[in-house]
């Protein structure tokens, strides 16, 4: 993840680039399940990822979407939710990004990421509650 | 045979339709109306004849069409026939059902959708106005925030643990057994009021693992098919025989919107490891470890 770009700034805005640099370890990740999850549901309703969203969650009025190396990393993120955290809806999630339901931006092709969700997948279980 | 003041609004080639019916007619009840539904979708032409001739003439037209039947090869209804090893009544899904054996009055429509005018007058006419929804897509305000209708559904999961796509594959994967939900349709997504919840037993399959290794989407279609209605319709069974066949007692209680989870609809990477799940092996090598 060394080559992304500077997150841009986000004024009044939620800027979506500042978040998910800023969540580094898992630690700082599952703090901020709720937001990770508000994020994913953004990108399955609408299939894309934008840079800036309102403080009410609706996309800005510029439309600006984010950068791909950003998607890349939400996915990564929702990865490390699901390994550490049995978040079966952050799996999915994951594995419709990497399957190319997100239109915007491109994620980049990322096999070990695949591979990483292949690997969770199997190691998934019914619930016994 | 006793006789239930409800229109059930059933999508012809609906599997549910014919599995809320049958149970119904096993346990001493028949709908007082069922009203067969062809959904055609979109339909170019209907459209057109709408702006010309108008509204009630284009809807004249419009019932010559039929939807389509749900095709399958011998391998899916073998399969749909194998799913429902343990179901309470095995349902034959591949041959055409006779919907006036089930009810006191048959009438057939075709409809574009939920949303076609032609199809709000005539459940707007229905001497019963309790409804039971089997398919055809969302039902529009109009018809919702209709004081004088009623529209009943049973979801595939309970609420508000379990709402929206995918209901069965989700309550499998999180509360290890599938389950089902009756309410009163409102105009969100499975927020309605609840009349009544109930979870099954986790079902196993015979020789899943190798159908989905096959074929996955075929398995998961005939999963869908001819078991996710079983569970359905043994539930609204119950919730018939709890107000003893009297559907104007029922009542709901309010689902809080903010408590449960919605679920979107779940990647094949993760139904396939589902139903791999409730493969006879996999159950039985669950059963030991626990």
């Known amino acids: 993840m060394s080559d992304l770009p500077a997150p841009r700034a986000a004024g009044e805005f939620f800027s979506v680039e500042c978040f998910l640099a800023e969540q580094r370890e898992l630690d700082a990740i599952v703090r901020h399940r709720v937001t990770f999850d508000r994020l994913r549901r953004k990108v399955e309703l609408t299939r894309r990822l934008f840079a800036f969203y309102d403080l009410d969650w609706r996309r800005s009025a510029d439309e600006i979407v984010a950068a791909p190396q950003y998607a890349t990393l939400l996915c990564a993120q929702l990865l490390t939710l699901a390994e550490a955290h049995c978040e079966w809806t952050s799996l999915n999630a994951a594995f419709k990004m990497l399957d190319g339901i997100l239109l915007a931006p491109q994620i980049v092709s990322m096999p070990s990421l695949r591979a990483w969700a292949e690997r969770l997948a199997e190691g998934m279980t019914l619930s016994h509650a | ?290």
């Open chain 2, 1 to 290: 045979m006793r006789s239930l003041s409800l229109t059930v609004v059933a999508a012809r080639h609906c599997p549910t339709s014919r599995t809320y019916l049958t149970y119904l007619k096993e346990a001493g009840f028949r709908p007082s109306k069922v009203l067969l539904v062809d959904f055609v979708g979109s339909v170019p032409r209907y459209a057109s004849l709408r702006r010309i001739f108008g509204e009630r003439l284009a809807w004249l037209w419009l019932q010559r069409l039929r939807s389509p039947t749900v095709t399958g090869d011998e391998e899916f209804w073998a399969l749909c026939h194998r799913v429902q090893a343990n179901v309470p009544r095995p349902i034959d899904y591949s041959s055409e059902f006779d919907f006036s054996a089930y009810c006191g009055e048959l009438e057939r429509v075709t409809a574009a959708d939920y949303n076609d005018a032609g199809l709000h007058r005539t459940l707007r006419r229905q001497s019963s106005k309790i409804f039971l929804y089997t398919d055809g897509g969302r039902v529009p305000p109009a018809l919702l925030s209709d004081p004088s209708l009623r529209f009943l559904h049973i979801h595939p999961g309970v609420v508000p643990w379990v709402r929206g796509s995918d209901g069965l594959f989700w309550s499998l994967l999180m509360r290890g057994r599938p389950g089902a939900s009756c309410f009163f349709m409102n105009q969100g997504i499975d927020t309605g009021d609840v009349i009544m919840t109930r979870e099954f037993d986790r079902p196993i399959f015979d020789r899943i693992r190798s159908e989905v290794e096959r074929d996955a989407a075929t398995a998961y279609r005939a999963v869908l098919h001819a078991f996710d209605p079983h569970l359905r319709a043994q539930l609204f069974v119950d919730v018939v025989k709890h107000v003893d066949g009297d559907l104007r007692r029922l009542t709901g209680r309010r689902q809080e919107p903010t408590e449960g989870i919605s679920y979107y609809w779940m990647h094949p990477a993760m139904w396939r490891r589902v139903l791999v799940q409730l493969d006879t092996v996999s159950s039985q090598s669950c059963t030991k470890a626990s």
